[in-house]
């Protein structure tokens, strides 16, 4: 295992870690630090579960980390995590006073895995909010064998984006639209939205 110093970990853990929703706070117990998930500049929530030990020496040592396609879905026994496959994403806006904003997101689970729903996380950066949705999975056959691939599992979630303090404008937002290396197919959700007022009650900074 790799060994990190003090200083490279918390350049890490400061990198704007997602809005995540969930996802929990880093975690310190027993000489571990876990880190639920951590953006990268290309992908939200790039990097999910990351553990740390603390050695003796003062220094960090990472035990585990998962990353979106970072494990291949097409061999048997492997486990992971991968951006889930999005149908259609519609915006719901509640005009009560401050303004809530979700996103209605549908799609499908492969069931030519043993698969269930992961992480929802999200970023705001210059007017523009980029959500990902991922699914843990583990192959326990060859799913390009299995009779599953005429099959899907439908779901739906709603996403609660963080629009209390934002300024009055045109916001736009991205979900599943990333690269996903892991070569499963995806189709994302994107399109945009306004706030007519500032959604901040007043006295608020």
């Known amino acids: 295992m790799r060994i990190m110093n003090i200083l490279f970990l918390l350049s890490i853990a400061l990198l704007p870690i997602n809005l995540a929703f969930g996802a929990d706070p880093p975690f310190y117990k027993d000489g571990l630090l876990t880190i639920p998930s951590v953006n990268t500049a290309e992908q939200v ?4 579960d ?25 061999v ?9 496959l999005i149908d259609m994403v519609e ?20 069931p030519c ?12 950066e210059h007017n523009r909010f980029d959500i990902t949705i991922t699914f843990n999975f583990f192959v326990d056959h060859d799913p390009l ?8 599992v439908a779901f739906a979630k709603t996403i609660p984006l963080a629009v209390y303090g934002l300024s009055s404008g045109v916001y736009s937002y991205s979900v599943n639209n990333g690269a ?15 706030l007519t007022t500032d959604n901040k009650l007043p006295g608020d900074y």
């Open 180 to 194: 996903n290396p892991s070569g499963m197919s995806i189709i994302g959700g994107a399109g945009t939205f306004e």
């Open 145 to 152: 064998l299995s009779p599953c691939l005429a099959y899907s």
């Open 113 to 124: 895995f043993n698969s269930s729903l992961g992480q929802i996380n999200q970023r705001l």
């Open 91 to 110: 915006v719901v806006k509640v005009d009560s006073f401050p303004v809530q904003v979700f996103l209605r997101v549908s799609g499908a689970l492969s």
């Open 50 to 74: 990351a553990t740390f030990r603390l050695t003796e020496q003062g220094l960090w040592q990472l035990l585990s980390v998962k990353a979106i396609g970072g494990a291949d879905p097409n």
């Open 76 to 84: 048997i026994g492997t486990s992971g995590i991968a951006l889930l």
């Open 45 to 48: 929530g790039k990097y999910q």
